[in-house]
């Protein structure tokens, strides 16, 4: 069996993190918070999960290919590949959550590339939601 493959479902699963922290992003921009929970929720569930699930992949599966000669730049490779794509989806997560933090706790929003907040006379929450 190839050790390729449970690299590429940990990079399936972390996608569907980064998608479900957007479609969270969008719904607390557009100002309905209250429903903020039906991607936060999965999204927390598969970032643990999947999360997790990376790290024993590098100590269980990768890390012990780089003692056998034959297999040794395979276990190297997916190891970095998978340590780079945890990075990148904690990094992600990390700056969601500062949005997400600035949008509900401060009332902050961006709009137009402007920064705005709730309490501005006129002000409506951006109906795109995104970004």
């Known amino acids: 069996i190839s050790t390729i493959w449970p690299m590429f479902g940990t990079a399936n699963q972390l996608l ?3 998608a479900l922290s957007v479609a969270t ?3 607390i921009n557009a100002g ?4 903020a929970w039906v991607t ?12 997790s699930a990376g ?3 590098i100590t269980d599966n990768f890390l012990p290919l780089t003692r056998n000669a034959e297999t040794a730049t395979q276990g190297y ?3 970095i590949l ?8 904690v990094a992600i997560l990390a700056e969601a959550t500062k949005k997400w933090y600035r949008v509900i706790v401060n009332k902050e929003f961006v709009v137009h590339g402007e920064v705005m907040y709730a309490t ?7 109906t795109f939601g995104c970004c």
């Open 120 to 126: 501005d006379k006129d002000f409506t929450p951006p």
């Open 32 to 35: 309905k918070q209250k429903y």
């Open 25 to 27: 992003s969008a719904i």
């Open 77 to 79: 490779v997916n190891s």
């Open 82 to 89: 998978t340590v780079i794509m945890i990075i990148c989806a």
């Open 40 to 51: 936060f929720l999965p999204m927390i569930f598969v970032a643990v999960t999947t999360l």
């Open 16 to 18: 569907a993190v980064v």
């Open 55 to 57: 790290v024993l992949n």
